[in-house]
């Protein structure tokens, strides 16, 4: 990445920072997939970003390289000062995972059969040695149930008693119990109905206020994104395409295929729903050949695209239209 690449304002801290991140599967074969393709992004410390996409674009690989679940095929992930290549051994892992959790997409595959909701919170207290005594844990695990909506009553209840908004909060509750810094939500709203979502984020969001916990907050509904984002950047083919604030991207989107996004996401008013016209992306304009080089470049403030430098202007340009049509609105 070059120097346009995205960087913190003012005085926020950083508690993750990724640089030019790659992840290929299958390297020099015929099946090769670069899942993460020269990915770049900085998270500061007590904000959610969010990160959206289609299905393949590469966001849950990019989580999940990040807390060392897949291996980096290249590049650097500096979590808390440290490069997480950098972390070996039992203690020190067990560290680097008490400070960073996941949440992950599937409520039930996600948690054993087999043991009940007690244990499943409960062992997570007990590997990490936060409680030493039997007592100490049931304590522990009840308050985490409590928290995150789970009666006590049901904590010797296994995992297929239950819902999957019910599975996903025991989920929340194993991550949280550890009291991390930073969690991973990795579309853990997809398999959950539409009132189930809004219980789960109004819940990490009220989470992130008493705890002041940082997000990666993965998922493809834009709008439930935008509700919980801070900054949001867009994915596509392993690759970050457009970065902003939250309501800049939606109210200024400049790349391509974000306004394609966009324009697919659906709308609560009916009226407005039924006037909608979908906007197709044509992905062959933005395959650069070898000798363009393409990058992120910063078109307005903390306002980052990938593009190629012939294509730099006509989106400075975009950008200084969107924000006049803007400040004429606002006026």
Same mark, same amino acid.
């Given at each position: 990445m070059s120097e346009a690449m995205p960087q913190a304002a003012g005085k926020? &801290?950083?508690i993750l920072t990724v640089r030019n991140l790659h992840k290929i599967f299958n390297s020099r074969k015929k099946s090769e997939v670069r899942a993460v393709d020269d990915v770049s992004f900085t998270i500061y410390k007590g904000e959610t970003f969010g990160l959206v996409g289609e299905s393949g674009s590469g966001k849950s690989t990019t989580g999940r390289t990040l807390i060392k679940l897949e291996d980096i095929t290249d590049g650097r992930v500096i979590y808390k000062g440290e490069d997480i290549t950098d972390i070996h051994g039992r203690n020190e892992m067990l560290k680097f995972r008490k400070s960073m959790q996941m949440i992950f997409q599937d409520p039930f595959a996600s948690l054993n059969p087999r043991i009940p909701v007690k244990k499943i919170i409960g062992d997570? %207290?007990?590997v990490h040695? +936060?409680? #030493?005594?039997? $007592?100490e844990v049931n304590r522990q695990v009840y308050e985490m149930m409590d928290i995150v909506g789970i009666n006590r009553s049901y904590a010797n209840r296994y995992p297929t008693e239950f819902s999957g908004g019910q599975c996903q909060r025991i989920g929340i509750a194993r991550a949280l119990c550890?009291?991390?810094?930073? +969690? +991973?939500?990795d579309e853990c709203l997809s398999a959950l109905d539409v009132s189930i979502q809004a219980q789960i984020v109004n819940l990490l969001i009220q989470l992130r206020q008493e705890r002041e916990m940082t997000y990666l907050f993965i998922a493809h509904d834009l709008a439930m994104v935008k509700y919980i984002s801070d900054r949001i950047g867009v994915m596509k083919d392993g690759k970050i395409l457009e970065l902003a604030e939250a309501d &800049?991207?939606?109210? !200024?989107? %400049?790349?391509?295929y974000t306004i394609s996004l966009l324009s697919a996401s659906p709308l609560t008013d009916l009226q407005q729903e039924r006037k909608r016209r979908r906007i197709d992306y044509d992905s062959s304009i933005h395959r650069y050949p070898k000798e363009i080089k393409a990058d992120m470049y910063e078109i307005g403030p903390e306002h980052f695209i990938y !593009? #190629? $430098? $012939? &294509?730099?202007?006509?989106y400075k340009q975009k950008y200084a239209e969107q924000l006049g049509k803007k400040k004429e609105t606002n006026s």
């Open positions: 926020k &801290e950083a997570a %207290l007990r040695g +936060i409680c #030493s005594t039997d $007592e550890v009291k991390p810094d930073f +969690i +991973i939500a &800049e991207l939606y109210n !200024c989107p %400049l790349h391509p !593009c #190629s $430098e $012939e &294509e730099l202007p006509m």
